[in-house]
């Protein structure tokens, strides 16, 4: 299994980056970007309870018509907050803040990322946003969604707004620094040899997103700029009763969070693309084709925003263009899940937790993309907007696959980050429950969208109830697969067997690292000369 | 000193200085599209109110604007001066211009000031004091908020590239700037090229539109 470049190197006689310096200023002020990756996570995992919490509470009150503890402004504002956490405090960092982080240098054979400075930086931001954003969604009254639409979001709203879309504007800087950050790193921080097909597909996934979130999220920036000034100075730029236009807010914001919809599943195909050759023992089937559908899904995911409007009063000939657009961006989208299964096809595959997670990804994506063209059909779209069908449908893409993902990921790399191996029964068990706790609790919805149920109300017709009982039920499981590993993960911490440095006998330059890694990731630079996936060829 | 310049994850010098290089270009890119946010706003309304959008355009102080333009003009003169210099090697002349360019930065700042006041006396801030005749007050509005916001924005990028070109031409004064070490001067100067550019488009837009024949 020396499969890439250099032979394994024994433990570095000095200290893993987890014991170079153990005072809270040594992390709090590292430049080390698998400490920052580590800070990330810690504070990720915070906002997904929150944001999960408000899910608990929407589904146990859609347990009967009428709504079961929740009046209906209170509903308003726990949906808002979660949607908010969940994008901007969970999603949109998760994989690329963590595993980006703490991967990417590795991957390429470098000492850190490009800059460092500008990575803890990135950090802070993120954490003063998130106190902001929770304390105007927390003190303040805003029931908009995350969505933040015109004249919700003037007329209608509170002061509190304000707080919160100031919060996610400073989120926004996180966001492109962060995503500069990896762009000039892939650039120029490649070892010696590491051409671009050299690279493992988990760098071109995060170079794709890496650039919308440098170029989609200044955007958004903006938009919620204007949003908080005409809010401040009662001007209407957005707000129809100043002469404004609510349309331009619906254009300029889904030009951000159509493209920012891939920022939440680019990082999660990347890493299914790692685990999946591994646990196949195969190399990657059409790697330049998986390689270049992220990139084309980062180009042509800025075109196709319009979508978010078919019955927001846009022409019909933009509505064609971008139906006919939604159903491009697909394309690629298939090309990587042809590719993984025919990765699969004759592999000699295993069935550990990071495979689990990672096929469940593969399956609840597809259903994800394939109800999304649906939703780029005109026809069929005008009857599901705004029902349980579109609710269904992204949660899909979001939790079935990104979520996933994320514990994929956070399985897979878990030696290599901890040094300690986890508990592989448990974790299996609880990749089992998330999927089927997962299936439950959004299958439903796309009855319940088809047969006519709206989202973001409190209540709804006695005829729906059935769909929501089973949809509550399967959140039930699903909060308690994804409270499962926060346990066992931490018990692996403290007594979880040593990792060594590549328990899986993957490839890829990570695995070459002791494990926990060395400050410096690597005692000598590393020399690439093979291409990735480097996995033995399977007897024909 | 080269040695204490250099950070681990770089190979050389110049290796570590066309990456910073790349990093400011990236950072404009999304400069860019942040305000174009803006810029998007400013061409929809333009389009639908064109006559009133002439109309509070032509409120502008098209003096302050033209002079504001030739300042900010200068200005890049100076810092492309200092990026040869630092090219050479020639730290003190690198500090001497970049100073120049600073000071004319803050002119520029300060007939801005002048500019907003005049602004504010005539009920140009938008809101209810708000009061400009033209064929379409709500838009005349618009226009002035946007005005603000963008001139403002853009003011406040200048001001942060005083803040960093006085930082740099200070490390320049006591000489750190070598042949092979002068990235910070190329990295602040391509940065207040770019604060120029927009200023450009700037002026063409907001103080040049209801003024010709």
């Not at chain 1, 939440?264 to 693309?273: D, E, F, Q, W, Y």
């Amino acid at each position: 299994m020396t499969a890439t470049t250099i032979v394994e190197l024994p433990r570095p006689r000095g200290d893993s980056y987890l014991t170079d310096g153990t005072t809270l200023s040594s992390w709090l002020l590292t430049h080390d970007h698998k400490r920052i990756a580590i800070l990330y996570c810690l504070s990720i995992t915070v906002f997904f309870f929150i944001g999960g919490a408000a899910a608990a509470l929407i589904r146990l009150n859609l347990i009967t018509p009428r709504g079961l503890l929740l009046d209906a402004e209170t509903y308003n504002r726990i949906f808002t907050l979660h949607g908010v956490v969940m994008v901007w405090l969970f999603l949109v960092p998760s994989i690329p803040t963590t595993f980006g982080n703490f991967l990417l240098p590795l991957m390429l054979g470098a000492k850190d990322l490009a800059f460092p400075r500008i990575n803890l930086l990135s950090w802070y931001l993120f954490v003063l946003s998130g106190v902001i954003v929770l304390a105007g969604l927390i003190g303040g009254s805003v029931d908009t969604g995350w969505t933040f639409y015109e004249p919700l979001s003037s007329g209608y709203a509170s002061g509190a707004l304000v707080v919160v879309v100031g919060g996610i504007f400073v989120n926004g800087f996180s966001s492109i620094l962060t995503g500069l950050n990896f762009v000039v790193t892939i650039h120029r921080l490649r070892a010696p040899g590491l051409t671009w097909y050299r690279l493992p597909i988990f760098c071109w996934s995060t170079y794709a997103t890496s650039v919308i979130l440098m170029l989609a999220t200044p955007v958004l920036a903006v938009t919620l700029l204007l949003v908080a000034a005409e809010h401040l100075w009662g001007v209407g730029v957005f707000d129809p009763a100043h002469g404004g236009d609510p349309l331009l807010f619906q254009h300029m914001f889904w030009f951000y969070s159509h493209p920012a919809v891939y920022i939440m599943i680019l990082p999660g195909m990347g890493v299914v693309s790692e685990i999946v050759p591994a646990f196949a023992r195969k190399p990657l089937f059409g790697y330049h084709f998986v390689a270049w559908s992220s990139v084309a899904i980062a180009v042509i995911g800025f075109l196709v925003w319009g979508h978010h409007m078919f019955v927001a009063g846009e022409s019909i000939y933009a509505a064609l263009v971008f139906s006919f657009l939604s159903f491009i961006v697909a394309v690629p989208s298939a090309i990587k899940v042809f590719n993984w299964l025919a990765t699969l096809h004759k592999g000699s595959i295993s069935f550990e937790a990071p495979m689990l997670y990672a096929l469940g990804f593969i399956l609840l994506f597809t259903i994800g993309g394939l109800t999304g063209l649906f939703l780029a059909t005109l026809a069929f779209d005008e009857h599901v907007t705004a029902t349980y069908f579109v609710v269904a449908h992204f949660h899909y893409i979001m939790v079935g696959g990104m979520v996933s993902a994320y514990f994929a990921a956070l399985h897979y790399w878990w030696p290599k980050v901890t040094g300690r191996l986890y508990p592989e029964s448990w974790a299996r068990f609880a990749a089992i429950l998330i999927f089927f706790g997962f299936n439950l609790t959004f299958f439903p919805q796309f009855i319940l969208g088809y047969l006519g149920m709206p989202r973001r109300y409190a209540t709804y017709p006695p005829e729906f109830q059935v769909w929501n009982v089973f949809s509550s039920a399967g959140a039930s499981i699903l909060a308690a697969a994804y409270v499962l590993p926060l346990f066992y993960l931490t018990w692996s911490l403290f007594r979880g067997e040593r990792a060594p440095g590549n328990p899986w006998g993957a490839t890829g330059l990570e695995w070459q690292s002791a494990s926990p890694p060395p400050t410096d990731n690597f005692e000598r630079t590393p020399r690439v000369t093979r291409p990735p996936y480097d996995y033995p060829e399977p007897a024909a | 000193m080269s040695e204490h310049v250099l950070e681990k994850q770089f190979v050389d010098l110049a290796h570590q200085s066309e990456t910073a290089e790349l990093g400011i270009w990236g950072f404009i890119a999304t400069e860019v599209l942040f305000l174009g946010g803006l810029f998007a706003a400013y061409g929809f309304f333009r389009y639908l109110h064109p006559a009133a959008i002439a109309q509070a355009a032509a409120h502008t102080d098209l003096k302050i604007g033209a002079a504001n333009t030739a300042l900010l003009l200068t200005s890049s003169f100076f810092m492309s001066w200092a990026s040869l210099a630092a090219r050479d090697g020639e730290s003190r002349i690198v500090a001497r211009v970049m100073f120049v360019a600073a000071a004319l930065g803050v002119v520029f700042l300060g007939l801005k000031a002048i500019e907003y006041t005049d602004d504010i006396h005539e009920h140009l801030w938008p809101g209810p004091g708000f009061s400009l005749p033209t064929a379409d007050p709500k838009a005349g509005e618009v226009f002035y908020f946007i005005y603000w916001l963008l001139t403002g924005i853009h003011a406040l990028h200048l001001m942060a590239g005083i803040g960093a070109i006085l930082v740099i031409a200070n490390r320049a004064r006591h000489g750190v700037f070598t042949r092979a070490y002068h990235a910070p001067v190329r990295v602040v100067s391509l940065y207040w090229h770019f604060v120029d550019i927009v200023w450009i488009f700037l002026f063409a837009l907001i103080y040049l539109p209801g003024r010709g024949g």
